[in-house]
């Protein structure tokens, strides 16, 4: 349809085209709302900064719960963070909290896809919103190896001890 959209570095998305439309177009624009993450996220999150000293790179959010690890994260790092979270309910509602923030797509990414489509040792740093909070998660501990970045990538997931024999073999 004639139609070149281009995205910026601020997040905002033009389209070119050879006419105008007729209803003029519309513009959308995240509200930047301020991060909403609450006091425990941000505890957690802290001690994980503190213990694992990376704040910048690639980390990966494996398990997300609602998107308030990657908002504290890209609140106070300088990390591109990648969610994944393989409940779409989840993702969903994750999305929409951080389209709200102008967050998602220029510094978090989220994905509903297996781990195995992630590339490998992008990770600088991989964490988990909904294993830092105590749910119960099973994840895919010989994927998270994989995409983790050799000779300094930090996994931090917190105990293990209650986790199925077939996650940590």
Known sequence: DDRL??????GAIHCL?????????????PNSAAPSYGANIKVRAKTVLDMAKIDRGWCLIAGARDGSLAEYLAEETELTIVVVER???????????????????????VLDAPYSDLPDYFANLIVSGRAMLGEELNL????????????GG???????????????E
């Open 5 to 10: 959209f281009v995205s910026t570095d601020d």
């Open 140 to 151: 895919p501990v010989d994927q998270l190896a994989r995409v983790l970045r050799p000779s």
């Open 87 to 109: 409940d779409a309910q989840r993702v969903k509602a994750i999305r929409s909290r951080l389209m709200k923030t102008g967050l998602i797509g220029s510094r978090v990414f």
């Open 17 to 29: 085209a050879p006419r105008a439309l007729a209803a003029g177009g519309r513009t959308i624009k």
């Open 154 to 168: 930090q996994l931090v997931l917190g105990s293990i001890k209650d986790w199925p024999l077939a996650s940590v």
